[in-house]
């Protein structure tokens, strides 16, 4: 059932071949029925071959041999089969068939009833011959008949379906007849599968899983999905979106819901679903824009992460202050200096111990105007009782000392953390040298967030720079304005809104693509700008500690990270 807005014909994007996958008329089967000496591919053998090709519905090809298993038939073969060592005594031994086997069947689909045991038999066979490789696209009509006729048969033997649903050829325990039944039914699971919505191999191939999850009439809702990126809406019989999501793959994406997902909050939401929408998107990137507006502006109720704005949050180091200190704010002013949006409070908070324990900055929170005077009771904060900071408050600072401090920590803000990384290095270094791992862990963790803040800071200040920008990416023509993409540009239209995006957490996702782009010369061609480029942002490497320093085997290694050269 197609959805009332099919927003993907809305954008003007012409579907590949690759988009709508390879089409069931498209793909050759080889369907193929053994007989064999017991159950076990190890220990037993082939005795009977039987394979049918088939093209569009049309047999193009047929394989039919009896094979000397060079051994006896246990009677209850004989009995099921009707073959006897006799017929089979002057019958080709499988060594002289088994090349001619794996050419009729080439790069076809493999299709047997119970593809397990007639796949293992040929693997076998071909393992015992030199043949490795064979790693056929497996299509199970078992699976499928016991998916598609649920409750329509007493069992799913192929001679139970042959009966009920008519089939012509009869299966007999013999390859070429169990084979021909096996091609009519396939044709007919393939014409029962297309009221599910499966045009392509690839839906077939996973219909086996998906149909038997409790919401699988719904995988119709995923007919109109094209096999390209975009973003997919599920709406609920009261016509509210209950989720959003992105994906490479829209229809793969999408279907897979209906596979072994069982995550807790899959199953309620596609119990009310009625229908789903989607948008086709030009590429990934742009489908992972438009993701995080939609659900910033519809907050759907099954999407846990960016229903709301966060705060931005900023490290300050207020320079407006004789003694400067640094905190932690959500909002820029003019007076001080500011290094993010960070991702949170605690990477905040990583950032400022990552400063303090490079730099001796004052740590005490008491606010040292020019009219400030030291109490005769005031006594050092702890920080400086053990020699980790100065502490003015007490008059135990030297301000020279402690301005030469404030100017380091002003350059490792703007993205000069050569010192820092060496300082905390060595920390590293000493701490592992004395096994202590899990502090020497926490001063990496507080340098990697130190190196990521500032990283991601110049990059935004770099897109910024740019002012209103296009480039080509892959191929794609994006524009891009104050940091934030242009969905417009692209022709992308909707019924949905997006409302105000989250500018903050958009302009650091923009330009760390651009930087990866601009870092792969291929990739980003042929930009204008209306203000500067300086994309990609120059690096300049900070060595810092390896596992074998350590001494320890489980700690992470953290070398051959970057940050941006300062100016």
């Known amino acids: 059932m197609k959805s009332h807005t099919d927003a993907s014909h809305e954008v003007g994007f012409q579907l590949s071949l690759d988009d709508l996958g390879q089409s069931l008329i498209d793909t050759t089967f080889c369907v193929l029925d053994v007989e064999t000496t017991g159950t076990n591919s190890r220990q037993d053998l082939i005795c009977e ?13 047929t394989f039919h041999t009896l094979v000397n298993p060079g051994m006896a038939l246990p009677p209850q073969i004989t009995v099921i089969t009707g073959l006897t060592d006799a017929v089979l005594a002057p019958a080709p031994r499988i060594e002289q068939v088994i090349s001619s086997l794996r050419q009729f069947i080439g790069d076809s689909v493999f299709v047997a ?32 008949s016991r998916r598609l006729f649920r409750d329509e048969v007493r069992n799913f033997k192929l ?9 012509e050829n009869r299966p007999s325990h013999r390859a070429l007849d169990d084979a021909l039944a096996t091609r009519d039914l396939l044709h007919l699971l393939i014409e029962r599968a297309a009221g599910w919505g499966v045009t392509g191999l690839d839906d077939l191939v996973a219909i086996g899983k998906l149909s038997g999850h409790p919401q699988a009439k719904k995988l119709r809702l995923t007919e109109s999905l094209p096999r390209s990126p975009g973003v997919y809406l599920m709406i609920d019989e009261n016509d509210a979106v209950t989720y959003v999501g992105k994906a490479t793959n829209l229809r793969q994406r999408v279907r897979s819901y209906f596979g072994n997902d069982e995550r807790r909050s899959v199953i309620p939401m596609l119990r009310h679903l009625a229908r789903i929408e989607h948008i086709a998107t030009p590429d990934a ?8 507006r939609l659900i910033s502006s519809l907050a759907p109720r099954h999407n846990k992460v960016g229903r709301r704005k966060r705060r931005p949050v900023y490290v ?25 949006p960070l991702a949170g409070r605690h990477q905040a908070e990583q950032v400022i111990e990552a400063l303090q324990t490079a730099y001796p900055i004052r740590r005490c929170t008491t606010h040292i105007g020019p009219r400030f005077v030291v109490g005769p009771d005031a006594t050092p904060c702890s920080a400086a009782q053990v020699g980790g900071a100065p502490c003015p408050c007490s008059g135990a600072a030297d301000l020279s000392a402690h301005a030469a401090a404030v100017e380091g920590v002003a350059r490792a803000m703007k993205g000069d953390g050569a010192t820092v990384a060496d300082v905390l290095s060595k920390r590293m270094g000493d701490l592992s040298t004395q096994q202590r791992f899990e502090e020497a862990a926490s001063v990496r963790d507080r340098l990697s967030s130190l190196l990521s803040a500032t990283t991601t800071a110049r ?61 792969q010369s291929r990739t980003l061609r042929h930009v204008n ?20 320093v350590t001494g320890d085997p489980d700690f992470i290694d953290v070398d051959d990270a970057n940050l941006p050269a300062s100016e």
């Open 159 to 167: 001679g139970t379906l042959a009966e009920r649903f008519g089939i």
């Open 529 to 548: 700008c209306s203000g500067e480029w300086h994309f990609p942002v120059a690096e300049i490497a900070v060595e810092r500690l390896t596992p074998s």
């Open 316 to 340: 300050r180091l207020d320079t407006n202050e004789l003694w400067p200190r640094l905190s932690i704010v959500h909002q820029t002013r003019s007076q001080g200096q500011y290094l993010g």
């Open 113 to 144: 009833h119970n593809a397990s045991f007639d796949l293992g038999f040929v693997k076998a066979a071909f393992e015992r011959s030199g043949i490795d490789d064979f790693q056929p696209t497996v299509v199970d009509t078992l699976t499928l």
């Open 49 to 61: 071959i039987g394979a049918v090709k088939v093209t569009g519905g049309e047999t193009v090809g």
């Open 285 to 292: 990137f742009t489908a992972e824009i438009l993701e995080r």
């Open 459 to 519: 990059l935004v200040d770099a897109s910024l720079a740019a002012g209103t920008a296009r480039f080509d990416l892959a191929g794609i023509t994006h524009e891009m304005h104050e940091g934030l993409l242009n969905l417009e540009h692209l022709g992308i239209s909707h019924r949905f809104d997006t409302g105000t995006a989250d500018t903050n957490a958009e302009r650091i996702l923009v330009a760390r693509m651009i930087q990866r782009a601009a870092t």
